[in-house]
Nanobody, 118 residues
Framework: QVQLVESGGGLVQPGGSLRLSCAAS????????MGWYRQAPGKQRELVAE???????NYADSVKGRFTISRDTAKGTLDLQMNSLKPEDTAVYYC????????????WGQGTQVTVSS
């Protein structure tokens, strides 16, 4: 059974930082493309950051220079370091895993709430 479990969300003031973590089980971590998405109230789910081939990362323009995605293959975890947070970063953040050998195999975590407010 595949499980993606996010943690690390919470309430933070503008300009603050949070670190999200996603623990993956039931998959061969190295065979999956991993990413973070978010969904704000009334908006569609959008890509925040993803790790692509060659160890490179792809970021949404709105978070470039502020967020950093990383993975620990040995531990099976995916992290998102979020700095200089803004109120518009408020959303539910989801971890996503897509099999590199079969792109119809896509898994989602349950999400973790991030609220940026003073």
């Amino acid at each position: 059974q595949v499980q993606l479990v996010e943690s690390g969300g919470g309430l933070v003031q503008p300009g603050g930082s949070l670190r999200l973590s996603c623990a993956a089980s039931g998959i061969v971590f190295s065979l999956y493309r991993m990413g973070w998405y978010r969904q704000a109230p009334g908006k569609q789910r959008e890509l925040v950051a993803e790790l692509i081939s060659g160890g490179f990362a792809n970021y949404a323009d709105s978070v470039k220079g502020r967020f950093t995605i990383s993975r620990d293959t040995a531990k099976g975890t995916l992290d998102l370091q979020m700095n200089s947070l803004k109120p518009e970063d408020t959303a539910v953040y989801y971890c996503n895993a897509v099999a590199t050998y079969r792109t119809d195999l896509s898994y989602w975590g349950q999400g973790t709430q991030v609220t940026v407010s003073s």
